[in-house]
């Protein structure tokens, strides 16, 4: 299986969790996996496009999808959000020839290649958990875990609906659990693992989006957790950035230090950390992470 994918950060790596891409790119170099760039490629809208204006937020996910069939390549991704937003608008392409008839034909009046439909969308921590060999894997984890004990925080977006992922998805996934044990660490189990991490209502309803962050994270370090990762960059924002706000609304501390997967995998296969951008987050992993020799 090629390990060569067109690569879609999404706007939140290029423009604010910076280090999610800085690590993904790393790790990614290092483990054999070619990140070709869409010099092309927009915003995929996300949820509020795809909400308030359907045929619209298809059209633009066809142009992102047909600039990676242009290279001949899948595409990878690392953000959440942007992969459930690629995947429904391909899985309607696929299985509605008349949907993407019609979308080909407002491409084509824009100037745009049409797309045939034969991309798939991954993301990242798929590929290393699935397609990359793990013993190739295991072998790059220079500085390990040590039994530092890891929150798994999946959000919602790369799990649900099912229907539409080719990956294993809900209840059933387990790739962050996978990775935590390859880097030597202690998956946590804990409720919210698999819950919304607050960031799409975090205008219309900011009080609940901080309800939900510190709901996660306090579940997270009850059941003992010492860091919490994820795979997306918007819950990285939510439970990373805006966990101090959710400290204040809420009136209790929770200091549970939370970083992207790319960063502590980084890290655990000897990546300094001006690479993973550590000193870029707002919860201290330091203290943990030393703790546990990685640091």
């Given at each position: 299986m090629s390990l060569e994918f067109a690569y879609y950060p999404g706007c939140a790596a290029t423009q604010v969790q910076k280090e999610a891409d800085w690590s993904a790119r790393a790790v990614s170099e290092a483990l054999g996996i070619g990140l070709h760039e869409m010099p092309r490629a927009t915003c995929c809208g996300a949820v509020s496009l795809r909400e308030?204006?359907?045929?619209?937020?298809?059209?633009v996910s066809a142009r992102i999808l047909s600039e990676a069939e242009e290279q001949g390549r899948d595409i990878v991704t690392?953000?959440?959000t942007c992969l459930q937003t690629l995947t429904h608008a391909n899985f309607r392409f696929k299985n509605e020839p008349e949907i993407l008839e019609q979308i080909n034909g407002v491409l084509k009046e824009a100037g745009v290649r049409p797309y045939q439909a034969?991309?798939?969308?991954?993301?990242?921590l798929w590929v290393?958990?699935?397609q990359v060999?793990?013993?190739l894997l295991a072998s790059k984890i220079v500085k390990p875990l040590n039994g530092l004990r890891v929150a798994p925080f999946y959000g919602c977006h790369n799990l649900r609906p099912e229907m539409i992922f080719d990956s294993k998805a809900g209840q059933d996934a387990d790739h962050l659990d996978r990775l935590i044990n390859v880097m030597g660490g202690e998956a946590v189990a804990y409720d919210g693992h698999d819950k919304c991490c607050g960031f799409h209502v975090m205008l219309s309803d900011k009080t609940e989006m901080r309800q939900m962050v510190a709901k996660n994270?306090?579940?997270?370090?009850?059941?003992?957790a010492e860091v919490m990762i994820s795979p997306c960059t918007l819950c990285d924002m939510s439970m990373g950035s805006y966990q101090e706000i959710a400290e204040q609304t809420i009136g209790h501390q929770i200091g549970l230090p939370e970083m992207?997967?790319?960063q502590l995998l980084g890290l655990a296969m000897g990546l300094d950390q001006s690479t993973v951008g550590l000193k870029r987050l707002h919860v201290n992993p330091k203290p943990a992470l030393a703790a546990c020799g990685v640091l």
């Amino acid at each position: 299986m090629s390990l060569e994918f067109a690569y879609y950060p999404g706007c939140a790596a290029t423009q604010v969790q910076k280090e999610a891409d800085w690590s993904a790119r790393a790790v990614s170099e290092a483990l054999g996996i070619g990140l070709h760039e869409m010099p092309r490629a927009t915003c995929c809208g996300a949820v509020s496009l795809r909400e308030t204006k359907p045929a619209f937020s298809l059209a633009v996910s066809a142009r992102i999808l047909s600039e990676a069939e242009e290279q001949g390549r899948d595409i990878v991704t690392i953000c959440n959000t942007c992969l459930q937003t690629l995947t429904h608008a391909n899985f309607r392409f696929k299985n509605e020839p008349e949907i993407l008839e019609q979308i080909n034909g407002v491409l084509k009046e824009a100037g745009v290649r049409p797309y045939q439909a034969t991309r798939k969308v991954y993301h990242l921590l798929w590929v290393i958990t699935d397609q990359v060999d793990q013993e190739l894997l295991a072998s790059k984890i220079v500085k390990p875990l040590n039994g530092l004990r890891v929150a798994p925080f999946y959000g919602c977006h790369n799990l649900r609906p099912e229907m539409i992922f080719d990956s294993k998805a809900g209840q059933d996934a387990d790739h962050l659990d996978r990775l935590i044990n390859v880097m030597g660490g202690e998956a946590v189990a804990y409720d919210g693992h698999d819950k919304c991490c607050g960031f799409h209502v975090m205008l219309s309803d900011k009080t609940e989006m901080r309800q939900m962050v510190a709901k996660n994270c306090l579940s997270a370090k009850d059941a003992g957790a010492e860091v919490m990762i994820s795979p997306c960059t918007l819950c990285d924002m939510s439970m990373g950035s805006y966990q101090e706000i959710a400290e204040q609304t809420i009136g209790h501390q929770i200091g549970l230090p939370e970083m992207n997967f790319a960063q502590l995998l980084g890290l655990a296969m000897g990546l300094d950390q001006s690479t993973v951008g550590l000193k870029r987050l707002h919860v201290n992993p330091k203290p943990a992470l030393a703790a546990c020799g990685v640091l």
